[in-house]
């Protein structure tokens, strides 16, 4: 009897399992967003490249800034803290806001820059490790975009860089219209920013805060925290 149990547990064990749909994000998970991010606004800062109109006018003041505030290099904890007080709507230093009104100016319409980042560090562990608790058919990428290039320069990332199919990739802006789209199964959403997985949550998902971003130590963390739920 005990044994007919635990055959039943098991089996009840890996049923919930299959039905359970985990979502990786993209930026900050699988990708190393910021260093890519870090790099090019680096070169336009230090280099004496010239832009027309709003583009030009933003590094200007960037270039002529020597406030006490200002840091650089830029460096990959400046952008995460710079990108974690936008979310949370905090007050930002003039070097901060200067560079927040620039950083998408270098990464727009721009295919090459998305297509090239790089990938995270133990990128391919937390992929193999969501695969491995939920089963491959299981494992979806959920992404927001920036612009059009970016859409189709993601999508080219993943062949270039993944299994994962684009019939279980989705690119949209609003992560919180995700979950109601899979109502018999429980949808989990693996996200570097709050913002995403609080909207994931109120949608009925469940979220992780893949911390820290774009690290090794990151998804060991994650794959610790599905490990918990599954
Ligand atoms: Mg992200």
Redesign the pocket.
């Known amino acids: 009897m005990k044994k007919i149990m635990e055959t039943w547990r098991d089996y009840m064990k890996e049923g919930e399992s299959l039905n359970t749909i985990i979502f990786l ?5 699988l990708v190393d ?1 910021t260093s890519g991010l870090v790099n090019v606004l680096n070169i336009d800062i230090s280099g004496d490249v010239e832009y027309p109109r709003s583009r030009g006018k933003k590094l200007g003041k960037i270039r002529e800034y020597h406030g006490p505030d200002r840091v650089f290099p830029i460096t990959n904890e400046f952008m995460h803290n710079l990108l974690r007080k936008k979310d949370e709507e905090a007050e930002l230093t003039q070097w901060e806001k200067l560079i927040k009104r620039y950083q998408f100016s270098p990464i727009t319409g721009n295919y090459e820059h998305w297509l090239n980042l790089p990938k995270a560090d133990g990128a391919d562990i937390l992929i193999q490790g969501c695969i491995d608790l939920v089963g491959e058919q299981n494992v979806y990428i959920l ?2 975009p920036v612009d059009d290039a970016s859409i189709e320069a993601k999508k080219d990332w993943l062949a270039k860089h993944t299994s994962i199919p684009l019939e279980r990739t989705f690119i949209r802006q609003d992560k919180g219209s995700i979950p109601p789209l899979f109502p018999d199964h429980r949808c989990i959403l693996i ?3 709050v913002k ?1 997985k609080s909207a994931f949550e109120q949608a009925g998902g469940v979220g992780i805060v893949h911390s820290p971003k774009a690290t090794a130590a990151g998804a060991a963390n994650s794959l610790a925290s599905l490990g918990n739920i599954l």
């Open positions: 994000d993209m930026d900050g998970v967003f992404s927001a996200d570097d920013r995403y």
